[in-house]
């Protein structure tokens, strides 16, 4: 009986090897990609700066709409009789309006024209929504405009 139980056991180990050694093999072929480097290509390079230019092709227009008939909030108390309130967010608001004409298409330009590596991954994505900010503080501004 001790003769059968070591050639079983024998043969457990055999198979504990063998599927170990199985394991092992795969695990050498394995070509799962390994950690990227800052040099290496970043292959979704494209995603952040193609959803900005998106959503400014949809932002910008409705800025520019809602920023020039901004200006009617006077409509109410004349230029000269309007509180200072109000005069500062209109202000503001042009101010925003000529950040939206010209540093967002310069920030999505920046966006996309950043090398496809690795290491400008973030400064690329910071860059392309960032370039949404003016359009947007347009939108918000003239739906807070104080009252005149």
């Not at 006077?74 to 309007?82: I, L, N, V």
């Not at 309006?97 to 590596?117: E, G, I």
């Amino acid at each position: 009986m001790n003769d059968q139980e070591t050639v079983a056991d024998r043969e457990l180990r055999r198979a504990w090897a063998a599927a170990n050694a199985a394991d092992a093999a795969a695990d050498a072929r394995d070509t799962s990609p390994s950690p990227r480097g800052p040099a290496d290509r970043d292959e979704s390079a494209w995603v952040a700066p193609g959803w900005a230019t998106g959503l400014a092709l949809f932002l910008i227009p409705v800025a520019m709409i809602f920023g020039g008939l901004s200006p009617m909030a006077t409509d109410s108390c004349g230029p000269d009789h309007c509180s200072a309130a109000l005069d500062h967010a209109l202000a503001a608001i042009i101010g925003c309006l000529y950040a939206t004409l010209s540093v967002t298409p310069a920030a999505l330009l920046t966006s996309w024209l950043l090398p496809r590596r690795m290491r400008y991954s973030t400064a690329r994505r910071i860059v392309a929504w960032c370039a949404l900010l003016p359009p947007v503080l347009v939108i918000l501004m003239v739906f807070t405009l104080p009252e005149g």
